[in-house]
């Protein structure tokens, strides 16, 4: 039994992400859904279709993924997730979406905490470099020259 996946998040967000995961794994079609928060919508709008998504997702524990902790669709979400059958992640980013992905048939708890994992270590400082092959000049380099014609 795996777990299912809803992303609430500001349009066209939930979607693309949704659009992503497919991309690799494109077998979890059913199980990773997407609402998109529009601007032109009320909340109560959002979470009437939040509801009915989540319905459409069948009785399995559910990982709720939502983009800004404390912006609209965090707060629709969690008027959705009840604890115990439902969790409610904020600060989606595609690397936590595809960890979550990969590990869908563990446990909810488990699940929860492997999404939290792979969205930390999806973000991090990467230093420039030359490209592979190549060697830096500095322009204090003596075996440079800049011909002009």
Known sequence: ?????????HAPLAHALRQCALHVFPECEREVRAVD?????????????????????????VLVLSDVFGAT????????????????LAGVNLPMLLRAV???HEELDALVIKAMAGGNQGVMT?????????????????????HQQ
């Open 1 to 9: 039994m795996n777990n299912r996946i809803l992303i609430i998040a």
């Open 37 to 61: 928060v529009q601007p032109n919508l009320s909340p109560e709008e959002t979470l009437q279709m939040a509801r009915i998504t989540m319905h459409e997702m069948g009785p399995n524990p």
């Open 73 to 88: 669709p965090c707060n629709v979400a969690q008027k959705l997730v009840d604890g115990v059958n439902s969790r409610l």
């Open 102 to 104: 990969t590990y869908r």
């Open 126 to 146: 990467v230093a420039s470099t030359a490209p592979q092959n190549q060697t830096r000049r500095t322009t204090r380099d003596q075996n440079h020259h800049d």
